[in-house]
């Protein structure tokens, strides 16, 4: 399980990472692009971070309770994650990956050397 708290520190541990609230919600950027997001609704924090089609349809495939297709802009494979739900390495790994996705080749590469 992790707590909202734990994602916004890991994310904004990020290299150039910002927060800014858009809809109402926490948004994760970097180069002024959303990389993640989180809410909570009803008692639960669902994040949702960029990821690949072919991420997004491994995760959802392998554990559907846990993640799922983000409304709106699942198709370019954002996906939801419980927070509830998620092994905290396993969400440090998606989100590092959808920064990664967002940020410079420079900024990828001295984090990758850093």
């Known amino acids: 399980m992790v707590t909202t708290a734990q994602l916004r520190q890991l ?3 990020l ?3 910002q927060e800014r609230e858009t809809w109402g919600h926490p948004t994760f950027r970097v180069r002024d692009k959303i990389f993640a997001t989180v809410y ?4 639960v924090a669902i ?9 997004q ?3 959802v495939g ?12 699942g198709r ?4 939801t994650i419980r927070l509830d739900r998620i092994d905290p390495d396993e969400l440090r790994e998606l989100v590092v990956e959808a920064w990664r996705r967002t940020a410079t080749k420079r900024a990828v590469a001295a ?3 850093g």
């Open 15 to 17: 290299p150039g990472a």
């Open 62 to 73: 392998g554990d559907p309770q846990t993640f799922g297709v983000a409304s709106h802009v």
């Open 11 to 13: 994310a904004l541990g």
């Open 76 to 79: 370019y494979g954002w996906t």
């Open 40 to 43: 909570e609704g009803d008692g």
């Open 57 to 59: 349809e491994a995760l």
């Open 111 to 113: 984090f990758d050397a």
């Open 47 to 55: 994040a949702t971070v960029k990821a690949s089609p072919e991420d």
